[in-house]
């Protein structure tokens, strides 16, 4: 990097500016937090600290943030690199603060402002010259650690190097995903991201349909989140919502939809209530006892919610993938379909309409949203999954103004924002009037543009083997009858097992196991294995299982590095197969467990295994004896412990120091292909521990003791009791092991296994896996 920044100062430690130091502690990168005085930067802390969801990865992290005042420690700005002002959002108070500073600012610091509303030139002025060249905004999104997009705004002054910098430090060191917006109100995410909401919010009143009916159209069925409009504004908050709706009022005369963004009378009402939503306990739900309830907007009280009932719903939920659920939705000829097709095409010819203003090109506002808001497509790769020929005749015949260069793009013969063509991806520049190669890292890799590049070896419903060149080849899993959460299936296996024969006969140099879901792999087939209970094929569990254990010990032995890449839910048997790797390289945001005693089991893949040796081989130079890993290991998978971030999950046993953990998401395959190509030098595959020790009976006992101490307190049902005996008797060796008497791996594999088939053939562990099937919870009987 041009100017690598190893320090950096926070000031203002309210709810972003905390958050944002917290975010550099995650990183690794030494902060100094300033505020009013100690005290208040004190409680900003503590607040990040204790703010859910968490904030920190580890909260040890904590001890890389110190707390500062503007009276004292102002000369503290000299040691660092980077000044993030994050104060209230009042021009006068930064410009004053930012005079405070300029004396103690080494010649070259970066400066940057979080502002959302306020403008950067009008910040810059009167200021110094090399201030002002120093100057940009950072938008951050809140919460700073799990939202992916930073906006990034400069002025004509600010130098490209200081620009350069600050991206090549966000994107590789704070995980963020950069796009470039001009500097106006709201910028881009919350320009178009609100407008979509207050328009939702208008259209939604002239149907008179209830909030719970908007709710189930605007979220997953169009690809975004599950909290789709009027959750998603009590999570935010409605003040903020109106904030942000009403600057862009205001700041925006010449805005044509500048209406919308006027704050209804309900809305008022509602904010004069203090129903605010999350914050204030209610605002468009409510809940009451377990109950939630929906505001009716017609006689303004609470009801219970109501499944809604449209054909376009139905139609839409035949497909697996958003972009035909769209289309179906938006093109059926309901209620449903009309309310879809409304908020959609005003969101895209608002979004259209924005250009150049807000942003050069297509892609930073898609970006914006997708990165902002959670939105699976940006809008114009909407537009094209809705077919911009048949759009634009249906916008045309509805009397919708389209903007002029959508229908010239259209009329030259640009039937679409995007294409791909041999593994490369443009899209259409309004300035050029043309497509442009659609600029990315080299560190981000789309498995999708790969297939298309490369030769794809191997390919089956669920998995595919491709090769990522460099003689590096991939199996990647995509479920086609849950894409978003990759329950593992034969077809998965049988991939693995295929590339253990490509790998050494063909000369590749190793394996990457990854994908580009929503989630690694959010466990077994569940289903598949309660229908083997039923009709009481034990031995069919029992090759399943096997067959699971074998793979994951040939890919952990395999005579090439095997580099498995996890990332957000990696749980039961996805978390082993992550784990039969050599080595992981996981995504921060890794939310991995071995959980299957919820459904009335244990591990059947070789779990316990993994999490065990992983305590052995962390505690070894403590010599604690075979009983503490045993115990953790215990904890662990008896408690179903599930990380909060990969930090944690090394905690937990189920990574190791020796993984790698990768902040930015897009670039997690790049960096697992690159370990296998580090580790191919000279590999040295490991080897199956044959001496194993581990406590035996009296460590099977200690742990029964504390079973049947927490049945009696109420705390553990009979069942429990019983999976915690199976399981303590797996981790503790069954009935080889003693303090003097090793195992091997296979043989606690074999344990493993046979618990597991026991188990099976508990009626309440059936019980329990019939539950969560059901319900997505699990059962307590």
């Not at 605002?283 to 919610?305: S, V």
């Not at 043989?747 to 019939?770: A, G, H, P, T, W």
Request: hydrophobic share 40%.
């Amino acid at each position: 990097m041009t100017n690598p920044i190893n320090k950096v100062a926070i000031l203002g430690t309210g709810v972003m500016g905390s958050q944002i130091a917290a975010h550099f502690a995650n990183a690794g990168i030494p902060a100094l937090a300033y505020d009013v005085s100690r005290e208040v930067a004190e409680k900003g802390l503590q607040m990040a600290a204790s703010i859910k969801p968490a904030a920190f990865y580890n909260p040890k992290s904590v001890k890389l943030i110190t707390l500062c005042n503007y009276q004292e420690h102002l000369p503290l700005l000299h040691e660092v690199d980077w000044v993030i002002e994050a104060v209230v959002e009042r021009l006068d108070i930064k410009h004053d603060l930012f005079n405070k500073i300029i004396p103690h600012l080494k010649q070259k610091t970066i400066i940057s402002t979080n502002t959302s509303g306020l403008s950067l030139a009008e910040m810059a002025r009167d200021l110094p010259e090399p201030f002002r060249k120093h100057f940009l905004v950072t938008h951050f999104f809140n919460p700073p650690r799990y939202m992916h997009l930073l906006e990034i705004v400069s002025t004509e002054e600010t130098l490209p190097k200081v620009v350069h910098t600050v991206v090549e430090f966000c994107e590789n060191v704070l995980g963020k995903g950069i796009v470039y917006a001009k500097d106006t109100p709201n910028f881009i995410a919350n320009r178009i991201g609100v407008y979509g909401m207050m328009k939702t919010l208008e259209i939604a009143r002239q149907m008179k349909l209830g909030v719970d009916e908007v709710d189930a159209l605007s979220g997953p069925l169009l690809g975004r989140p599950q909290s789709a409009t009027f959750r998603t504004a009590d999570l935010v908050g409605l003040d903020t919502l109106a904030h942000v709706a009403n600057t862009a009022y205001e700041k925006c005369p010449n805005d044509e939809a500048r209406e919308i963004f006027r704050i209804p009378d309900y809305l008022r009402k509602m904010l004069e209530n203090r129903w605010l939503g999350q914050k204030t306990g209610q605002g468009f739900y409510q809940k009451a006892g377990k109950e939630i309830l929906a505001l009716d907007l017609e006689i303004f009280e609470y009801r219970p919610l109501r499944k809604p009932k449209f054909d376009g719903i139905r139609a839409a939920k035949r497909y697996h993938r958003s972009a035909a659920k769209i289309q179906a939705l938006a093109y059926n000829p309901d209620a449903a379909g009309k309310f879809v097709w409304e908020i959609l095409a005003n969101t895209l010819i608002y979004s259209a309409n924005r250009i150049p203003e807000i942003a050069d090109d297509v892609v930073n506002i898609d970006n914006a949203l997708k990165w902002g808001f959670g939105w699976e497509s940006g809008p114009f790769e909407i537009w094209d999954a809705l077919g911009l020929g048949r759009s634009l005749e249906r916008m045309n015949a509805e009397n919708k103004k389209v903007p002029a260069w959508v229908e010239e793009m259209y009329r030259n013969g640009h039937r679409a924002f995007y294409r791909t063509e041999k593994g490369h991806r443009s899209f259409y520049d309004l300035q050029r009037k043309e497509p442009q190669p659609q600029a990315e890292s080299h560190k981000v890799v789309s498995l999708a543009l790969e297939k298309e590049k490369r030769r794809v070896l191997s390919e089956n419903w669920s998995a595919s083997l491709l090769d990522l060149g460099s003689g590096v080849l991939c199996a990647e899993f995509h479920s086609i009858a849950q894409p978003d959460l990759n329950p593992l299936d034969p077809g998965m296996f049988d991939m693995m097992a295929e590339a253990l024969e490509i790998i050494p006969k063909d000369g590749y140099k190793g394996l990457v196991i990854a994908n580009q879901a929503k989630h690694f792999s959010a466990g077994a087939n569940l289903a598949l294995v309660l229908d083997l209970c039923k009709k009481k094929e034990w031995s069919a569990i029992d090759a399943l299982s096997k067959n699971f254990q074998d793979i994951g010990q040939k890919l952990k032995f395999a005579p090439f590095p095997v580099v498995s890449a996890p990332f957000s839910l990696t749980l039961g048997g996805g978390f082993e197969v992550a784990a039969a790797a050599d080595r992981m390289v996981a995504a921060a945001e890794l939310y991995t467990g071995a959980v299957e005693v919820g459904v009335g089991l244990i591990p059947g893949g070789g779990g316990t295994l993994r999490v065990l040796l992983n305590f052995i081989r962390m505690m070894e130079k403590k010599r604690p004896g075979p009983f503490p890993p045993a115990q953790k290991a215990f904890e662990t998978i008896g408690y179903a412990k599930v990380s909060t971030s990969a930090a944690e999950a090394i905690m937990l046993g189920y990574l190791t120091p020796r993984d790698r953990i990768v902040i930015n998401p897009r670039h997690l395959i790049y960096e697992a292909k690159q370990a296998v190509l580090e580790m191919a030098e000279g590999y040295h595959p490991p080897r199956p521990a044959t001496e194993i020790y581990l406590p035996g009976e009296g460590g099977r006992l200690a742990i029964e003791s504390f079973l049947e101490g927490f049945m009696r307190q109420g705390i553990l049902s009979e069942h429990d009791r019983l999976i915690g005996q199976k399981l303590a008797y797996v981790l503790t060796g069954g009935s080889k092991a003693a303090f003097n008497a090793a195992v091997d791996e296979q043989y606690i594999l074999d344990l493993e296994r046979e618990v597991f088939v026991n188990l099976c053939q508990e009626k309440k562990s059936q019980e329990r896996m019939e539950h969560m099937l059901k319900t997505g919870k699990p059962l307590r009987n």
